[in-house]
């Protein structure tokens, strides 16, 4: 029995909000989509290599009506609080609705970039043209059409639309602060053969993905730095830059731990940049120097960098001068007003916890989940969080998701957090929490794992970074989906170590819930 609150008029989540030009997925189609119903996978025909946002907007629906699950969501409900009553070891979730629920579990499912950070830059509110997020697009959509808009931000947000806001404004501004890696993602429509081909051999493909590091199936590395001939190297990096995507900057298998590997790659990159770009100026400003490549998420392109050729378009680094303000007519830098009819943030998210703490949660004693993460936030496995008994999050801080193809991630945790449930019904518990030592060691090895590699040293919201004031904590376990799924299988193969069990609370009806579709 399971209950859905939805905050959007529509399911789909990220696809339903990020709805700017030019947005679509960067892992391939027949990777980035569902792989536990037979049925739809053989129905559903994708179109590109690489899918829309519309196109993955209409699949979400599809599923949704090919299971008919509709009846058990409710939209337009925005869930405020959820207090535990250790009396009954039930959840009583409130909304800005009215509408409420009392259930054994609760199952967060708020995704890991949902809450638009919206910068907070002097005189916003004066500015005379619109203002939009591309994390909360307006659902009719915008005609740019003789309009002179701004862009703020270069991740992979403002990296997908500005090509394309570009071929229909009048003019575009980029106001670019880091300068972030982007490789061609070579997108085309799918061949009726490659759709036989993938339907006939989805069992194996899923299956490897589930047994592979992050979630997809990505070329390997051809060796370490230090063993491999840079002739071969730079010629594999040439070969992938024409089409194989995340698996560019994965051509030295030590990318992400050797500074010297990832100094090669990196170099490649912007060697690239500056045979695109005209204007050696432009293209030096476009180079990125602040991070190692791979560190922040790779970004995948459609003409990106050849848009800094046309006519139409510049590039204003506010790194050493920062955007001071808006004023009624635009954005002032330093001495310069820039004029423009609209403004585009593309500043990126509150990620993987942003969500969750806008939700009053109160776990044991009245304790809330804020408080609980002061100081950055900790989690049992990404799943469960001390102190917060019968409550799942999917896709947590501290698992792997953010690392990953996000599907294969959220597949593991539903079926993994469904087995749980199972047994406890089987079981008579009535109360599951992780135990302090179990999060205090899973939170230490997430850091340890990370501390051997170069992600830290990025500034990325992968640490939290990119939003003032939040704890600087890596948010993601990167020992790789495969290993964390053996982790997870094994202690719930021995009874579920790490979490300790009740059976007192009253018997309920309503047993499950989840908030968020
Ligand atoms: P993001 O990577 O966090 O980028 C935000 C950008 O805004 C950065 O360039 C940031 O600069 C800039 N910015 C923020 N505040 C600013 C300010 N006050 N002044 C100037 N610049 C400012 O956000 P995103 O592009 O939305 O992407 C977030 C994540 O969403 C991606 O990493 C990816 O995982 C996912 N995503 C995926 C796809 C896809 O599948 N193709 C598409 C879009 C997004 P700094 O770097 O200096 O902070």
Redesign the pocket.
């Known amino acids: 029995d399971v209950k859905v609150f939805e905050r959007g008029a529509g399911i789909g989540g990220?696809w339903y909000w990020?709805r700017y030009p030019g947005?679509?997925?960067?892992?391939e189609s027949d990777s980035y989509s569902l792989s536990f119903n037979d049925e739809i996978e053989q129905e559903w025909n994708w179109t590109e290599r690489?899918a829309s946002q519309p196109e993955i907007l209409r699949y979400v629906n599809f599923v949704a009506d090919k299971l008919d699950v509709r009846g058990n969501i409710e939209l337009n409900t925005t869930v405020t609080g959820a207090v535990f009553d250790e009396g009954t070891d039930t959840w009583t979730v409130t909304t800005d609705t009215g509408a409420s629920a009392r259930a054994r579990y609760l199952v967060s499912a708020t995704g890991?970039?949902s809450v638009?950070?919206m910068?907070?830059?002097e005189g916003m509110d004066t500015f005379a043209g619109e203002i939009y997020h591309?994390?909360d697009w307006p659902h009719e959509g915008v005609d740019f059409t003789g309009k002179r808009v701004a862009v703020?931000?270069?991740?992979?947000?403002?990296?997908?639309s500005i090509p394309v806001i570009a071929e229909e404004a009048a003019s575009v501004t980029v106001?670019?602060?880091?300068a972030?890696f982007t490789v061609p993602?070579a997108n085309r429509p799918m061949t009726e053969n490659e759709r036989k081909a993938t339907k006939r051999s989805y069992k194996q493909l899923r299956e490897q993905m589930r047994r592979s590091q992050v979630g997809v199936l990505l070329e390997p590395g051809i060796g370490n730095f230090a063993d491999v001939d840079l002739r071969v190297v730079r010629g594999e990096l040439e070969r992938r830059w024409r089409g194989a995507g995340m698996s560019t900057s994965m051509v030295l298998s030590d990318n992400l731990r050797s500074i010297e590997a990832n100094n090669y790659t990196s170099q490649f990159v912007r060697d690239k940049i500056n045979e695109i770009v005209d204007d050696p100026a432009v293209a030096k400003l476009l180079e990125p120097h602040?991070y190692p490549i791979g560190t922040?998420?790779l970004?995948?392109d459609t003409n990106y960098y050849d848009t800094y050729n046309r006519e139409n378009v510049k590039l204003v680094s506010?790194?050493d001068t920062?955007?001071e303000r808006f004023s009624p007519a635009g954005i002032v830098v330093g001495d310069t007003e820039y004029e423009f009819d609209a403004i585009v943030?593309?500043?990126?998210?509150d990620?993987a916890t942003g969500a969750l703490e806008r939700i009053q949660f109160e776990g044991v004693d009245g304790r809330t989940l804020t408080d609980a993460w002061a100081e950055g936030a900790k989690s049992y496995l990404g799943l469960a969080v001390e102190g917060f008994p019968n409550f799942f999050t999917v896709t947590g801080p501290g698992c792997p998701a953010?690392l990953t193809n996000v599907i294969a991630s959220i597949e593991h945790h539903v079926e993994w957090i469904a087995d749980y449930i199972t047994y406890m019904r089987a079981e008579g518990i009535t109360r599951f929490e992780a135990t302090p030592d179990a999060q205090a060691e899973w939170v230490k090895h997430v850091a340890d794992m990370a501390a051997m590699t170069l992600y830290p040293t990025a500034?990325?919201?992968y640490m939290g970074?990119?939003v003032p004031g939040k704890p600087r904590v890596f948010l993601a376990y990167i020992g790789g989906l495969h290993n964390y799924r053996d982790r997870c299988d094994q202690l719930a193969a021995d009874g579920y170590v790490g979490f300790a069990h009740a059976s007192d609370g009253a018997p309920l009806k309503s047993e499950q819930l989840t908030v968020g579709a």
């Not at 947005?23 to 892992?27: E, G, K, S, T």
């Not at 703020?152 to 997908?160: D, R, V, Y």
């Not at 106001?175 to 880091?178: A, D």
């Open positions: 990220t990020n947005a679509r997925c960067d892992l690489y890991i970039l638009p950070s910068p907070t830059f591309t994390g703020i931000g270069t991740g992979s947000s403002g990296i997908q106001f670019q602060r880091t972030t993602a602040d922040k998420r970004a995948l506010v790194r920062p955007i943030l593309a500043t990126g998210f990620a953010i500034a990325s919201w970074a990119n």
